[in-house]
């Protein structure tokens, strides 16, 4: 993809990040369904592992808990892991939900 997106977000490398193994569907205009495992997830965007046959600004659309659908844009890829920027920051509230329904505590679930 010639150009690829105009991203507008600083770098925003150190924001942070919560280990996940998570698979999701991002749904691309061209490819349709491409299976992608997030790794780590931040406010600002995700890393995914694995092999990935897409270029710096080709974008997605996931969806994630909590957040619903949300538009992610290719970064960075080095061929075993490739970064995504969201389209938007998502509020820090709505993180912190995501990441506890991710990542429930365990000590609360063993007392039910």
């Known amino acids: 993809m010639s ?3 105009q991203l507008s977000v600083t770098d925003q490398r150190r924001a942070t990040r919560h280990p996940v193994n998570m698979p999701v569907i991002g749904e691309h205009r ?5 299976m992608l495992q997030i790794i780590n997830i931040s406010a600002t965007g995700f890393m995914t592992g694995g092999a990935l046959a897409l270029g710096r600004g080709e974008r997605v ?5 909590v957040i619903g659908r949300i538009e992610a844009f290719l970064v960075w890829n080095d061929g075993e892991r490739a970064g995504w920027q969201f389209e938007r920051i998502v509020r820090q509230d709505d993180f912190l939900k995501l990441i506890k329904a991710l990542q429930p505590n365990p000590r609360l679930r063993q007392s039910r």
Do not use: K
């Open 3 to 5: 150009g690829g997106a």
């Open 30 to 34: 061209q490819l349709g369904d491409v």
């Open 61 to 65: 659309t996931i969806r994630l808990q």
